[in-house]
Structure formats: C-alpha cells, structure tokens
C-alpha cells in the first residue's frame, strides 16, 4: 500500500487533476537483473529510504542523491524502493510537503556547537534547494506516472516543475530563461549570474519542455541550456561553475577559478547518455572530443582540469570518472576506449568500495551501457523492463 502525499492529497481532492491525467499503459514487465542498483540499496540505502553518504562525517544526505536513487528505482521497477525514498525525501527535507516546498539540499547530524539548542540532532542542515535535483526529481516522477500509469506522480511532478520555473529559474538579458543552481545566492549582481552546466542534462530539460508546453518558460530554459553547456567549455573541458554577465556573456567562475572537477564530469555523462536522433547530439559530442582524446592518450580521465587553458592536473580521475565518460566515448564511435574506462571502473570498484557519489556515476554510465535503460529523442525514458531486458 502507498502511502499518501500529504500536499498532494489536498491537491486531488480540490479537482486540479484535469491536466494531470496520463494514458492507460500495459501491464508492468518482470524487472530485469540489475547487481549495482542492488548493492546501491544494500550500502546506500537505509531502512526508512535515506540515501547515505558515508564518507562525510556528518553523513549527510544530499536531494541530488535522493533524486538519482528515484530515478535508479523507476530504471529498476522497484516500486517499493520508489515509495520509500519519496516518502522520506518529502517528509525531512520538504517539511512534510513537496508540493508547498522544494526538497532542502542536504540534511545530516547537526552538531551540538551549531544546533539550535545545544544538543546534536539530525536535520536539514541548508534550506536552500537544488535545481539538478529537483529537475531530476519532477522529470523522474513525470515518467514514473506515465511508465506505471500513477496520476499522483504525474500531478506531483507537474506542481514541482511549476515550482522550478517560478523559484529556480531568471530571465537572462541574451541567454533567455536560464535554470538558476538554487533559489537563493546565485544572482551575483545587477545582470550578471551564476550558472552549472552539469545541473542541465539536455534529455531532461527537453522532456519537461515536451510535457509542460502551456507553462511559459520551459522552451526558453531548453534553448539556454545547451548554450550553457557548450558556450561555457571553450576548450572542450567543461567547468564545475560559470558566470554569465548579460553585458559580456559567459566568463570563469571567479570562485572556483573555471576548474573542472567533480560536479563537471556529469556533463560529459549526460551527453553520453542522448539519443542518437537529439538534434543537438552532435553539437554537444564535438564539444568535448578533447576530453575523449586525453582520456585515449592516458587511461583515464582527469581529475580536474583548468578550463581556460585546458591544462589537466596531475591525478586520474576515480572509478565513477571512468563510468561516468564511458558512455560518452561510445557515443563517439570510440568502443574499445569505452570498455576500457568500464573494466577500470570495475577493477577499481574491486580493489575499494565505491562511495556514494562514484556509485551514482557508474549506475548512471554502467547501467545506460548494460541496456538497461535509454532516453528517447524527446527526453522519454525507455527502461528495459519495458522494452525488453537484455540477455545476459
């Protein structure tokens, strides 16, 4: 039995599901075997549907990982896991509400020297929340509703997009709407922003365009999107950070200084991850083929890079790096390189448990080249368990 929504009960009992309503779908196939989304759960995952990562010493939970672990369990069929992690992302980090409220980022053990009253406890630690998960979170409730024929994800996906536009989003003099990272301390100064190409994978931002197309805005952030993310990689490497100035355009990050690191490396997984018929595919894979060639001629990727010069640092990337440009070299044409960074991966994984973070990564790249699941060109999820597991 699932358990209601609080916000979003009050929702449907005032009649607003009218625009809400999704086709009748056949009947759910058997899940397919997937082992890294089952040690996902088993490390990851607690009882009441957290996902932990461990490696902080707060052991935080971020709304990054619980909207990946929603998307991993549609991916997977696991609707029990889905209800779990839905229902404890709405109650601790949406104050009960994820209508009212978008998910706070990060919730963790709140030491005593920075609790309210002096003693440790656990709760949201920043308010503020996160446009690559909530992004994630409406465009993977939108799909859950339609691949499991669920009106209240598809109305409480509807209401979250709504949200984004209207708290997470600015009207960029030159770029057009433009997704903001969060609501609060990215307006830098009079015309001028702070901006993360990987917070913008093209799939999603055109899936939610497709299926929100009477609310303004969303054909707008689109087309800003693909700008962000190839306008702010000159030297195929792309940024953690950007700045855009409605003056001069895009410019470095002056806080990270343009480096290329760990929020970056999503933006070389999330092109590895279009659909051969996205009209933008090619555009986006020529953008980065100096990242492909450094990975060629070394290995592995690197760990950081400086993007105005496009100098890498001196250390590889870990196992999820690996996992997460596979996809992208195979995209390429580049097969042989692609199985390479996924035996790395493996054979990392094997030496040292992946954390959080590299195991997101390698469901992400692994389980896309695995065929456990592909994006259609309009951004539509295709989960094998619909379209047919893949032999093994």
């Not at 708290?167 to 903001?180: I, P, Q």
């Amino acid at each position: 039995m699932w358990r209601a929504l609080p916000g979003l009960t009050r929702w449907l009992a005032a009649g607003a599901l009218a625009c809400a309503c999704v086709a009748a779908v056949p009947a759910q196939a058997a899940t397919c075997a997937w082992s890294d989304w089952d040690n996902f759960r088993r490390t990851l995952l607690s009882a009441d549907g957290r996902v932990i990562d461990a490696s902080t010493d707060d052991k935080v939970t971020v709304s990054e990982g619980q909207a990946y672990g929603l998307f991993f369990a549609l991916v997977a069929n696991d609707r029990a896991t889905f209800d779990k992690l839905l229902a404890w992302t709405e109650n601790n980090l949406a104050q009960g509400d994820l209508i009212a409220h978008l998910p706070a980022w990060i919730w963790g053990r709140i030491p005593a020297d920075k609790a309210k009253d002096g003693k440790e406890t656990w709760g949201v630690i920043d308010t503020n929340s996160a446009s690559d998960a909530d992004l994630w979170m409406a465009y993977t409730l939108l799909e859950a509703g339609r691949l499991w024929n669920e009106r209240r994800f598809t109305a409480l996906g509807t209401l979250m997009a709504r949200r984004i536009v209207r708290e997470e989003t600015a009207s960029m003099r030159g770029l057009g709407r433009t997704v903001l990272p969060g609501p609060v301390g990215f307006a830098l100064a009079d015309g001028r922003w702070r901006v993360n190409p990987s917070y913008v994978p093209l799939q999603v931002m055109r899936r939610l365009a497709r299926l929100m197309p009477d609310e303004p805005g969303w054909d707008q952030l689109a087309a800003s999107s693909l700008r962000v993310i190839v306008e702010t990689a000159p030297r195929g490497f792309s940024p953690d950070w950007a700045e855009y100035d409605s003056s001069r355009g895009f410019l470095p990050d002056s806080a990270t200084r343009a480096e290329s690191a760990y929020n970056a490396i999503r933006v070389y997984l999330w092109a590895g991850l279009l659909a051969a018929d996205d009209p933008q595919r090619a555009r986006v894979l020529q953008q980065f083929v100096p990242l492909a060639d450094y990975v060629a001629a070394n290995g592995h990727p690197p760990e950081r890079v400086d993007t105005q010069t496009g100098q890498p640092g001196p250390n590889a990337g870990n196992a999820g790096f690996s996992a997460a440009v596979a996809p992208y070299l195979a995209a390429l044409g580049r097969a042989d390189q692609a199985r390479a960074q996924v035996r790395r991966t493996r054979e990392l994984a094997a030496r040292e448990p992946l954390g959080y973070y590299s195991q997101a990564l390698a469901l992400f790249g692994l389980g896309y080249l695995d065929g456990l699941y592909r994006f259609a060109g309009d951004g539509a999820l295709l989960p094998a368990w619909k379209t047919g597991c893949p032999a093994r």
